[in-house]
């Protein structure tokens, strides 16, 4: 690894490897990965990616309605519209590259249903597509010799220097720094501040730790969504996701007493919106005093679901229940964020210099919720974007980032044990689906406690401090913010 490069991307999910080949030879570019560089929430995308690929039945206009709908129409629309005429273009250049989409018998393009969609738009590659995305991106950055991918290496924090950023970092278990004269953060999600997420051990909201001591506009931290159908286990804190394509393809959402019950909350039943079903579980084991739930698609044939859901009928297996004759146990669990470091169409955020794609950046185009399938095509706009607008400036010959003298200090005691456990207690009591006034109140000022612990106290800087550090920042934000609603 060099000391120096032109473009700085962290993070090597979907955003950060498409962002990454956009740039020529010249250009010299390190992405650097937490864990392994097929570690990301990017990589655990079940469901698909949602465009408007074919006209017959379709439009930009209803792909663009529905998205807003599902925001409930908070969603930024020249951000929505530049995501949606764009998004089938970047699809079509990674099926270029190799990427592969399930196809039907007469060879085309195999589109299947989620909630809060009116059209089959979102293609898929059986239920495991964020791999497929990532497997075949990285194999084509591993072809352009401009791209450095490092791994296992895990930034502590981003300073603004002359000309661009000097990123401290743990690379290996050892201290050093790299500068840049831009940066792209395509960190990812949030879900490591909940006791219960869909996301990786990586997604502790670095990303927006960085920007936030940087000074940059954090924007819409309290919009988070829970999916509604995370496999029910309480003894792991990473849950297994039931993809919405399950319901897509016809599974039935069951109460503790076996019975349908979305028609009392939402007239789509189960393929409305994520946080409408969310809702609706919370408040139905209210009523039934259970948190007993289960998604019920054993009227499909054991070949199509085993064919259709691999991983998902695999995973199950594992766990005792077999999908084709039992009913799978589900319960809301975070999932993602839609807001985050805000950016501008351009992905540029207020700090010059400074861009951010993907989950771990505020676009507008969710709203106050993801459609479905929407994020994928996100992370490959806005991470494109964000490239485009940095080759425009090196193009324009901007002076590059300067080497200054630096010396670190990462020595101190180590970190208090049960802090990060201490975090998640509380966002689960705080702010979970449908929001505790009282105990977001309390929950504030135990965290704003917390985060000035680690900002005062003189710690080692070890991974889990770092780590602790991005959760209790991303969970002041959130609780502040919720205050305020």
Not at 109 to 115: A, K, Q, V
Not at 315 to 329: Q, S, Y
Request: overall charge neutral.
């Amino acid at each position: 690894m060099k000391k120096k490069y032109d473009v700085l991307i962290v993070g090597s999910g979907i955003a950060g490897l498409y962002a990454a080949i956009q740039f020529d030879k010249s250009v010299n570019v390190l992405v650097l990965s937490k864990q392994a560089r097929t570690v990301s929430s990017s990589s655990l995308a079940q469901g698909g990616v949602a465009a408007v690929l074919q006209h017959e039945d379709d439009s930009f206009d209803l792909h663009i309605q529905d998205t807003l709908i599902a925001g409930g129409y908070k969603n930024d629309v020249p951000a929505v519209e530049a995501l949606i005429h764009e998004g089938p273009e970047d699809v079509r250049k990674i099926m270029a590259m190799g990427v592969q989409f399930d196809k039907g018998a007469d060879k085309k393009l195999s589109m299947t249903l989620e909630g809060g969609h009116s059209r089959r738009r979102i293609v898929h590659h059986k239920d495991q597509t964020g791999k497929e995305m990532v497997d075949k991106l990285l194999k084509e950055a591993e072809k352009h010799p401009n791209i450095e991918i490092e791994e296992n290496a895990l930034i502590c924090s981003i300073t603004w220097v002359k000309g661009g950023f000097r990123a401290e970092l743990l690379h290996d278990d050892e201290h050093t720094c790299v500068y840049a004269s831009f940066c792209l953060l395509a960190t990812g999600g949030i879900g490591r501040v909940y006791r219960y997420t869909t996301n990786p051990a990586t997604a502790t909201g670095d990303g927006i730790r960085f920007a936030y001591e940087m000074g940059a506009k954090i924007k819409n931290m309290s919009l988070i969504q829970f999916h509604p159908t995370a496999f029910n286990s309480p003894h792991s804190r990473e849950q297994f996701l039931i993809s919405e394509a399950v319901r897509g393809e016809g599974a039935y959402l069951l109460n503790n007493n076996k019975e349908r019950f979305m028609d009392k909350y939402d007239e789509r039943l189960e393929l409305a919106p994520r946080d409408v079903v969310s809702r609706a579980i919370i408040l139905e084991s209210r009523r039934t005093g259970s948190n007993n739930f289960y998604l019920d698609i054993t009227h499909k044939s054991r070949a199509f679901l085993y064919d259709r859901f691999p991983a998902i009928s695999t995973a199950c297996l594992e766990r005792g229940v077999d999908i084709a004759v039992d009913l799978i146990p589900v319960f809301p669990c975070q999932h993602y964020l839609m807001g985050g470091i805000d950016v501008d169409i351009n992905s540029r955020t207020t700090i010059p210099r400074l861009y951010a794609a993907g989950e771990c950046a505020h676009t507008g185009v969710h709203g106050g919720n993801r459609l479905a399938s929407n994020s994928l095509l996100e992370a490959l706009v806005f991470g494109r974007r964000a490239a485009l607008d940095i080759k425009k400036s090196l193009d324009a010959g901007f002076a590059s980032v300067s080497l200054e003298p630096f010396e670190g200090d990462y020595s101190g005691a180590p970190l208090p044990e049960g802090l990060r456990t201490a975090i998640r207690d509380i966002m689960q009591r705080a702010y979970f689906v449908i929001a505790n006034p009282a105990a977001v109140t309390q929950g504030s000022k135990r965290v704003e406690d917390i985060l000035k612990r680690l900002k005062t106290g003189h710690f080692a800087m070890t991974a889990d401090y770092c780590e602790a550090k991005s959760l209790a920042t991303v969970a002041a934000l959130i609780l502040r913010e919720a205050e305020e609603i």
